[in-house]
Protein backbone atom coordinates (compact mmCIF):
# COMPACT_ATOMS: atom_id res chain seq x y z
CA UNK A 1 0.00 0.00 0.00
CA UNK A 2 1.42 3.64 -0.89
CA UNK A 3 1.69 5.47 1.83
CA UNK A 4 -1.20 8.22 2.93
CA UNK A 5 -0.70 11.89 2.65
CA UNK A 6 -3.55 14.17 2.57
CA UNK A 7 -3.21 18.02 3.81
CA UNK A 8 -5.24 20.14 0.95
CA UNK A 9 -4.60 23.76 1.00
CA UNK A 10 -7.89 24.90 2.22
CA UNK A 11 -6.46 23.01 5.63
CA UNK A 12 -3.22 25.22 5.61
CA UNK A 13 -5.80 27.78 5.96
CA UNK A 14 -8.04 26.30 8.35
CA UNK A 15 -4.92 25.72 10.75
CA UNK A 16 -3.89 29.48 10.27
CA UNK A 17 -7.48 30.87 11.33
CA UNK A 18 -7.43 28.78 14.68
CA UNK A 19 -4.05 29.41 15.58
CA UNK A 20 -5.19 33.44 15.32
CA UNK A 21 -8.63 31.73 16.83
CA UNK A 22 -7.30 29.93 19.84
CA UNK A 23 -6.55 33.42 21.67
CA UNK A 24 -10.17 34.77 21.77
CA UNK A 25 -11.32 30.86 23.25
CA UNK A 26 -11.58 29.88 26.74
CA UNK A 27 -11.01 26.34 26.29
CA UNK A 28 -10.81 23.64 23.62
CA UNK A 29 -13.31 20.88 22.74
CA UNK A 30 -11.36 18.29 20.72
CA UNK A 31 -13.37 15.31 19.50
CA UNK A 32 -12.05 12.43 18.34
CA UNK A 33 -13.47 9.10 16.98
CA UNK A 34 -13.55 6.86 19.45
CA UNK A 35 -13.17 3.73 17.55
CA UNK A 36 -9.82 5.08 16.92
CA UNK A 37 -8.87 7.47 19.48
CA UNK A 38 -4.85 7.64 18.89
CA UNK A 39 -5.43 7.91 14.97
CA UNK A 40 -7.31 10.68 15.08
CA UNK A 41 -5.67 12.49 17.53
CA UNK A 42 -3.29 15.26 15.40
CA UNK A 43 -0.37 16.60 17.32
CA UNK A 44 -0.41 19.85 15.36
CA UNK A 45 -4.01 21.21 16.80
CA UNK A 46 -2.38 20.01 20.56
CA UNK A 47 0.02 22.35 20.08
CA UNK A 48 -1.17 25.45 19.27
CA UNK A 49 -3.22 25.39 22.62
CA UNK A 50 -1.01 25.92 24.99
CA UNK A 51 -1.86 25.91 27.93
CA UNK A 52 -5.53 26.20 27.30
CA UNK A 53 -7.86 23.53 29.03
CA UNK A 54 -9.12 21.04 26.66
CA UNK A 55 -12.44 18.61 26.90
CA UNK A 56 -11.80 15.34 24.91
CA UNK A 57 -15.26 14.35 23.22
CA UNK A 58 -14.71 10.20 22.49
CA UNK A 59 -17.55 10.59 20.22
CA UNK A 60 -19.46 7.73 18.10
CA UNK A 61 -19.09 5.59 21.29
CA UNK A 62 -21.62 3.52 20.02
CA UNK A 63 -20.08 1.89 17.33
CA UNK A 64 -16.77 1.39 20.02
CA UNK A 65 -16.48 -1.33 22.59
CA UNK A 66 -15.28 -1.13 26.09
CA UNK A 67 -11.66 -0.38 25.18
CA UNK A 68 -12.50 2.86 24.16
CA UNK A 69 -13.22 2.89 27.88
CA UNK A 70 -8.87 2.38 28.25
CA UNK A 71 -8.24 6.08 26.19
CA UNK A 72 -10.97 8.14 28.28
CA UNK A 73 -8.96 6.54 31.81
CA UNK A 74 -5.75 7.13 29.95
CA UNK A 75 -6.34 11.06 28.86
CA UNK A 76 -7.79 11.44 32.36
CA UNK A 77 -5.13 10.45 33.87
CA UNK A 78 -2.54 12.91 31.79
CA UNK A 79 -4.53 15.56 33.17
CA UNK A 80 -7.21 16.36 30.82
CA UNK A 81 -10.55 16.24 30.97
CA UNK A 82 -12.09 13.45 28.62
CA UNK A 83 -16.11 12.27 28.14
CA UNK A 84 -17.85 9.38 25.80
CA UNK A 85 -20.80 9.73 24.20
CA UNK A 86 -23.02 9.33 20.88
CA UNK A 87 -23.67 12.72 19.89
CA UNK A 88 -26.63 12.06 17.38
CA UNK A 89 -28.58 10.33 20.89
CA UNK A 90 -29.48 13.51 22.95
CA UNK A 91 -29.09 11.09 25.95
CA UNK A 92 -25.25 12.35 25.72
CA UNK A 93 -26.31 15.75 25.92
CA UNK A 94 -26.29 16.00 29.91
CA UNK A 95 -22.95 14.60 30.18
CA UNK A 96 -21.35 16.57 27.65
CA UNK A 97 -22.38 19.60 28.78
CA UNK A 98 -21.36 18.83 32.46
CA UNK A 99 -17.89 18.34 31.06
CA UNK A 100 -17.98 21.22 29.10
CA UNK A 101 -19.12 23.26 32.45
CA UNK A 102 -16.63 21.70 34.45
CA UNK A 103 -13.49 23.27 32.32
CA UNK A 104 -14.35 26.23 32.98
CA UNK A 105 -16.39 26.36 36.57
CA UNK A 106 -12.84 27.56 38.57
CA UNK A 107 -13.20 30.77 35.98
CA UNK A 108 -16.89 30.95 36.48
CA UNK A 109 -16.09 30.81 39.91
CA UNK A 110 -14.13 34.12 40.49
CA UNK A 111 -15.84 35.80 38.34
CA UNK A 112 -18.93 35.31 40.54
CA UNK A 113 -16.91 36.37 43.66
CA UNK A 114 -15.67 39.56 41.44
CA UNK A 115 -19.40 40.55 40.29
CA UNK A 116 -19.65 39.46 36.61
CA UNK A 117 -20.32 37.30 34.46
CA UNK A 118 -18.84 36.02 31.38
CA UNK A 119 -19.56 34.42 28.00
CA UNK A 120 -16.96 31.75 27.72
CA UNK A 121 -15.57 30.59 24.26
CA UNK A 122 -14.59 27.10 23.08
CA UNK A 123 -13.15 26.18 19.88
CA UNK A 124 -14.66 22.72 18.32
CA UNK A 125 -11.72 20.99 16.87
CA UNK A 126 -10.42 17.67 15.95
CA UNK A 127 -9.70 15.82 12.28
CA UNK A 128 -12.31 15.64 9.61
CA UNK A 129 -15.68 13.57 9.86
CA UNK A 130 -14.78 13.01 14.14
CA UNK A 131 -18.46 14.85 14.24
CA UNK A 132 -17.68 18.06 15.54
CA UNK A 133 -20.75 19.86 13.96
CA UNK A 134 -22.86 17.12 15.30
CA UNK A 135 -21.29 17.94 18.86
CA UNK A 136 -22.03 21.28 18.88
CA UNK A 137 -25.64 20.89 17.80
CA UNK A 138 -26.13 18.26 20.42
CA UNK A 139 -25.34 21.50 23.19
CA UNK A 140 -26.90 23.22 21.16
CA UNK A 141 -30.39 20.87 21.49
CA UNK A 142 -30.86 21.91 17.56
CA UNK A 143 -29.56 22.05 14.24
CA UNK A 144 -26.79 25.05 13.79
CA UNK A 145 -23.57 23.87 12.24
CA UNK A 146 -23.72 22.24 8.89
CA UNK A 147 -23.02 18.28 9.23
CA UNK A 148 -22.19 15.37 6.76
CA UNK A 149 -21.16 11.86 7.05
CA UNK A 150 -17.74 12.57 4.83
CA UNK A 151 -14.73 14.65 5.44
CA UNK A 152 -14.41 17.72 4.72
CA UNK A 153 -18.15 19.56 5.25
CA UNK A 154 -17.08 22.19 7.66
CA UNK A 155 -14.58 24.62 5.39
CA UNK A 156 -14.46 27.65 7.18
CA UNK A 157 -14.86 28.89 10.89
CA UNK A 158 -18.38 29.38 12.54
CA UNK A 159 -19.19 30.98 15.49
CA UNK A 160 -22.17 29.38 17.70
CA UNK A 161 -24.00 31.04 20.04
CA UNK A 162 -25.38 29.18 22.94
CA UNK A 163 -26.83 30.45 26.32
CA UNK A 164 -23.58 31.35 28.30
CA UNK A 165 -21.59 29.82 25.82
CA UNK A 166 -19.97 30.71 21.90
CA UNK A 167 -18.60 27.65 20.01
CA UNK A 168 -16.47 28.14 17.22
CA UNK A 169 -16.75 24.85 14.40
CA UNK A 170 -13.65 24.87 12.62
CA UNK A 171 -12.74 22.62 9.80
CA UNK A 172 -10.87 19.04 10.22
CA UNK A 173 -7.51 18.74 9.86
CA UNK A 174 -5.36 15.96 9.43
CA UNK A 175 -1.50 16.53 10.57
CA UNK A 176 0.26 17.41 7.42
CA UNK A 177 2.30 14.56 7.34
CA UNK A 178 1.62 10.58 8.91
CA UNK A 179 4.71 10.03 10.37
CA UNK A 180 2.49 6.41 11.57
CA UNK A 181 0.80 5.06 8.44
CA UNK A 182 -0.89 2.19 10.41
CA UNK A 183 -2.48 5.01 12.11
CA UNK A 184 -3.26 7.01 8.87
CA UNK A 185 -4.91 3.64 7.32
CA UNK A 186 -7.35 3.67 10.39
CA UNK A 187 -8.06 7.10 9.75
CA UNK A 188 -9.08 6.06 5.90
CA UNK A 189 -11.14 3.14 7.19
CA UNK A 190 -13.74 5.46 9.91
CA UNK A 191 -13.61 8.24 6.88
CA UNK A 192 -11.37 10.95 8.26
CA UNK A 193 -9.39 11.32 4.90
CA UNK A 194 -10.96 11.65 1.51
CA UNK A 195 -12.62 8.58 -0.16
CA UNK A 196 -11.48 9.88 -3.46
CA UNK A 197 -7.88 10.07 -2.83
CA UNK A 198 -7.82 6.59 -1.62
CA UNK A 199 -7.33 3.45 -3.02
CA UNK A 200 -10.44 1.67 -1.83
CA UNK A 201 -8.73 -2.12 -2.80
CA UNK A 202 -5.91 -1.59 -0.95
CA UNK A 203 -7.74 -0.12 2.40
CA UNK A 204 -10.82 -3.20 2.33
CA UNK A 205 -7.60 -5.40 2.03
CA UNK A 206 -6.12 -3.89 4.89
CA UNK A 207 -9.36 -3.66 6.85
CA UNK A 208 -10.08 -7.11 6.63
CA UNK A 209 -6.92 -8.38 7.54
CA UNK A 210 -6.89 -6.15 10.71
CA UNK A 211 -10.33 -7.31 11.53
CA UNK A 212 -9.61 -10.89 11.16
CA UNK A 213 -6.42 -10.18 13.81
CA UNK A 214 -9.05 -8.53 16.26
CA UNK A 215 -12.44 -9.14 15.53
CA UNK A 216 -12.62 -12.40 13.42
CA UNK A 217 -16.04 -13.25 14.96
CA UNK A 218 -17.84 -10.36 13.66
CA UNK A 219 -16.36 -11.56 10.29
CA UNK A 220 -17.39 -15.13 10.78
CA UNK A 221 -21.12 -13.79 11.76
CA UNK A 222 -21.28 -11.28 8.71
CA UNK A 223 -19.87 -12.91 5.68
CA UNK A 224 -19.16 -16.95 6.99
CA UNK A 225 -15.36 -15.83 6.90
CA UNK A 226 -13.27 -18.43 8.68
CA UNK A 227 -9.56 -17.53 10.21
CA UNK A 228 -6.37 -18.58 8.02
CA UNK A 229 -7.65 -16.51 4.97
CA UNK A 230 -5.94 -14.36 3.38
CA UNK A 231 -7.36 -10.67 2.82
CA UNK A 232 -8.11 -11.35 -1.16
CA UNK A 233 -9.64 -14.87 0.07
CA UNK A 234 -11.70 -12.82 3.11
CA UNK A 235 -13.08 -10.48 0.04
CA UNK A 236 -13.92 -13.65 -2.39
CA UNK A 237 -16.34 -14.53 1.02
CA UNK A 238 -17.89 -11.03 1.28
CA UNK A 239 -18.49 -11.41 -2.03
CA UNK A 240 -20.12 -15.02 -2.32
CA UNK A 241 -22.01 -14.43 0.81
CA UNK A 242 -23.69 -10.61 -0.41
CA UNK A 243 -24.22 -12.23 -4.13
CA UNK A 244 -21.94 -9.27 -5.53
CA UNK A 245 -20.88 -11.78 -8.44
CA UNK A 246 -20.20 -10.62 -12.85
CA UNK A 247 -21.32 -12.02 -15.79
CA UNK A 248 -18.81 -15.46 -16.05
CA UNK A 249 -19.08 -16.05 -12.35
CA UNK A 250 -16.09 -13.45 -11.78
CA UNK A 251 -16.53 -11.89 -8.12
CA UNK A 252 -17.63 -7.93 -8.07
CA UNK A 253 -14.42 -6.76 -6.34
CA UNK A 254 -15.46 -3.11 -6.25
CA UNK A 255 -18.82 -3.87 -4.36
CA UNK A 256 -17.54 -6.09 -2.57
CA UNK A 257 -15.26 -3.61 -1.34
CA UNK A 258 -17.61 -0.49 -0.90
CA UNK A 259 -19.65 -3.36 1.17
CA UNK A 260 -16.90 -4.32 3.94
CA UNK A 261 -15.79 -0.50 4.08
CA UNK A 262 -19.59 1.04 4.92
CA UNK A 263 -20.53 -1.87 6.54
CA UNK A 264 -17.52 -0.94 9.34
CA UNK A 265 -18.55 2.85 8.93
CA UNK A 266 -22.46 2.08 9.62
CA UNK A 267 -21.70 -0.55 12.72
CA UNK A 268 -22.59 -3.45 11.05
CA UNK A 269 -19.79 -5.46 12.04
CA UNK A 270 -20.70 -4.54 16.09
CA UNK A 271 -18.71 -2.58 18.41
CA UNK A 272 -14.99 -2.26 17.17
CA UNK A 273 -11.95 -0.24 19.06
CA UNK A 274 -9.00 -0.78 16.66
CA UNK A 275 -6.53 1.21 18.23
CA UNK A 276 -4.73 0.00 21.28
CA UNK A 277 -3.10 2.30 24.14
CA UNK A 278 0.55 1.45 23.09
CA UNK A 279 -0.59 3.48 19.82
CA UNK A 280 -0.75 6.74 21.87
CA UNK A 281 3.21 6.72 22.88
CA UNK A 282 4.40 9.77 22.94
CA UNK A 283 0.96 11.58 22.91
CA UNK A 284 0.64 14.62 25.10
CA UNK A 285 -3.01 14.83 25.96
Sequence with gaps: MRNLQWFPGHMTKAMRMMEENAALCDGIIYVLDARCPASSFNPA???MFGAKP?????????LADQRADAFVKLIRENGSSCVRIN???????RALGESVAALVAAKRERNSQKGYSQTFRFMVCGVPNTGKSTVINLLAGNAR??????AGVTRGKQWIRLEGYELLDTPGTTPPSFVNQ???VR????GSLNDD????DDISLALLEELSEKYPAALKERYGIDGGLSPLEMLDKVCARRGFILRGNDYDYERGEKAVIDDFRKGRL??????????????KF
Design 270 to 283: GKITLDNISDCEGF
Design 54 to 62: VLYVLNKGD
Design 182 to 184: KLA
Design 87 to 93: AVDSRSR
Design 145 to 150: AQTGNK
Design 45 to 47: LKK
Design 197 to 200: ILDM
Design 187 to 190: LAYV
